[in-house]
């Protein structure tokens, strides 16, 4: 995971007026100057340190989904039976790898039949349980969103609805709907 910019510039700043403070008797600031750049050194490592406890903390409760996965199911809705048939066997492709980007947002490939998918889920910040995403395959125009749910039993159990938003046969644009089961791999 990068280091957050705030984290950065903190650093920054922080060196830079700890230098000034140092050769203070070299420079001869005056006093009133002197405790600006305490105090502005002071006010950059409280940033510093409150950005390093939301670091660790959205570590700790947003970044659990990382890693790699195996679909075992996928449905698609079929509007004449009402009901939501299993289209698992026509995408024998079942992995999906999951790399965390930070603030609750996940970057990564799936495969469904021939054709190769990014995904991006990013993940509600209140309700770690809950998170959206898209979809958009590669080499074509087609893509559409996903809602996600945690199983609250089974942390290693993703359970994503689908609905195609714009696909490259007009004809069914928007017609595409299912969900799906993922299960992370031990």
């Not at 079929?78 to 790399?99: A, F, M, T």
Request: hydrophobic share 35%; proline share 2%; aromatic share 10%.
């Amino acid at each position: 995971m990068k280091l957050s910019r705030k984290i950065f510039w903190s650093l920054v700043v922080m060196t830079i007026l700890f230098a000034v403070i140092i050769f203070q008797p070299c420079v001869k600031l005056s006093d009133s100057v002197e405790n600006v750049f305490i105090g502005m050194f002071t006010s950059s490592f409280v940033v510093l340190i409150i950005e390093l406890i939301n670091l660790l903390h959205d570590r700790a409760n947003l970044s659990k989904l990382e890693g790699n996965y195996t679909r075992t199911t996928i449905t698609n809705w079929n509007s004449k039976l009402n009901i939501h048939e299993d289209i698992s066997d026509q995408h024998p492709n079942k992995d999906i790898n999951l790399k965390y980007k930070g603030e609750g947002e996940y970057e990564g490939t799936v495969t469904y039949g021939q054709d190769e998918v990014n995904i991006t889920i990013n993940l509600d910040k209140v309700n770690s349980k809950l998170g959206k995403g898209i979809y958009q395959y590669i080499h074509k125009i087609d893509l559409g969103i996903y809602e996600i749910r945690i199983d609250r039993n089974d942390a290693n159990r993703i359970y994503i609805s689908y609905r195609n938003v714009i696909s490259s046969n007009p004809e069914v644009s928007g017609l595409a709907r299912g969900y799906e089961i993922w299960k992370k791999n031990k």
